[in-house]
């Protein structure tokens, strides 16, 4: 049966300026943003053309807005009548650059928050100032209808476990923000594969406290019931304290769907369906109707189908609720 994407995490840079304590990627500059702007409003108009209008495109990094040319990008994507969304940790987002994002259209912009405690956020994010550039960045939206939605998004760990109902709260109260995101915690990109990053002398800051762990999930369970602004899906929470409770478990019960509704373009132009996947075609030599349909793609989606690997990104990023 011929499917067809409707999300595409368009990876812009994978660089990034701060040294986060939950990803490493500042570690490893990399020079592989090879793709020609024109490429890539040629393959912004071949996706229109395979897709339609209903797509949605997430401009991602690292920081994507250290992507010279993001914003023609965004203006581009939403002239083809693509929904746009983008998060940020903030830093970069002055008055023009907003000012450049309303133009384009953006549709949705989120912001990494990790504590309301200017400190603790500054800490997390590895750099001072962070705090105060994304109160700063959130304020220039605050008289504009673009974006449409504002929201946060937070990872829960425990270095900030003791701020999470406070930002829930906060969210609540504020008129301009749409809602909060929360992700559990995962061994921080770009680090080995280590079963046991949790348990390590450098990391293990990040790993909370189960008991406590479970008491704020189940609040923001509460909370969430009660009509808070808070977009998880409504079986995560449990999914993050089963994953709190013993982060070896096995989290994916039903079969994967990677593969058949969404992919990611990479800064190289490589498509992929899954990061633990090889790639399924280059948009620097073919159209992305041809990569879909592709001998590769078809390849790789029955690999999916038979994966067996304990990917953590099913608990965050590629969550359902039959999976609890």
């Given at each position: 049966m011929e499917t067809r994407p409707s999300h595409c995490d368009f990876i812009v840079t994978q660089n990034c300026?701060?040294?986060?304590?939950?990803?490493?990627i500042w570690k490893y500059k990399t020079d592989d943003e090879t793709v020609p702007f024109k490429t890539y409003i040629e393959f912004l108009g071949a996706l229109k053309e395979f897709t339609g209008k209903n797509m949605q495109i997430q401009f991602v990094g690292g920081e994507p807005l250290l992507k010279k040319g993001i914003i023609d990008l965004i203006n581009s994507a939403s002239n083809h009548g693509f929904y746009t969304?983008?998060?940020?940790?903030?830093?970069?987002?002055d008055r023009k650059m907003a000012d450049g994002l309303?133009?384009?259209?953006?549709?949705?912009?989120?912001?990494?928050?990790?504590?309301?405690?200017?400190?603790?956020?500054?800490?997390?994010?590895?750099?001072?100032g962070t705090f105060n550039k994304i109160?700063?960045?959130?304020?220039?939206?605050?008289?504009?209808?673009?974006?449409?939605?504002?929201?946060?998004?937070?990872?829960?760990?425990?270095?900030?476990?003791?701020?999470?109902?406070?930002?829930?709260?906060?969210?609540?109260?504020?008129?301009?923000?749409?809602?909060?995101?929360?992700?559990?915690?995962?061994?921080?990109?770009a680090m080995p594969e280590d079963n046991a990053w949790h348990e390590r002398e450098e990391t293990k800051f990040l790993w909370p406290d189960t008991d406590a762990a479970h008491r704020v999930l189940d609040?923001?369970?509460?909370?969430q019931k009660q009509g808070y602004k808070i977009a998880n899906p409504p079986?995560?929470?449990?999914?993050?304290?089963?994953?709190?409770?013993?982060?070896?478990k096995f989290i994916k019960k039903i079969k994967c769907n990677l593969g058949y509704n969404a992919f990611s373009l990479l800064p190289n132009g490589d498509v992929i369906l899954c990061f633990s996947m090889p790639p399924i075609g280059n948009i620097?030599?073919?159209?992305?109707?041809?990569?879909?349909n592709s001998?590769?793609?078809?390849?790789?989606?029955?690999?999916?189908?038979?994966?067996?690997?304990?990917?953590?990104?099913?608990?965050?990023?590629?969550?359902?609720d039959e999976h609890v």
């Open positions: 300026f701060l040294h986060c304590k939950m990803c490493h969304t983008m998060t940020t940790n903030g830093c970069l987002v309303i133009t384009a259209g953006l549709n949705t912009i989120g912001f990494s928050l990790e504590s309301l405690k200017e400190e603790r956020h500054d800490f997390l994010r590895g750099m001072p109160m700063d960045a959130i304020s220039y939206f605050r008289d504009s209808p673009i974006p449409e939605k504002i929201f946060i998004s937070t990872i829960i760990s425990g270095a900030n476990l003791d701020d999470i109902i406070a930002i829930a709260e906060w969210v609540n109260k504020s008129p301009r923000l749409s809602f909060v995101y929360f992700q559990s915690i995962m061994q921080p990109f609040t923001l369970s509460a909370l079986g995560q929470f449990n999914a993050f304290k089963s994953y709190f409770r013993d982060p070896r620097m030599t073919e159209r992305i109707d041809a990569i879909w001998e590769k793609a078809r390849e790789v989606r029955k690999q999916i189908a038979g994966c067996q690997k304990n990917c953590k990104l099913m608990i965050n990023c590629f969550f359902e």
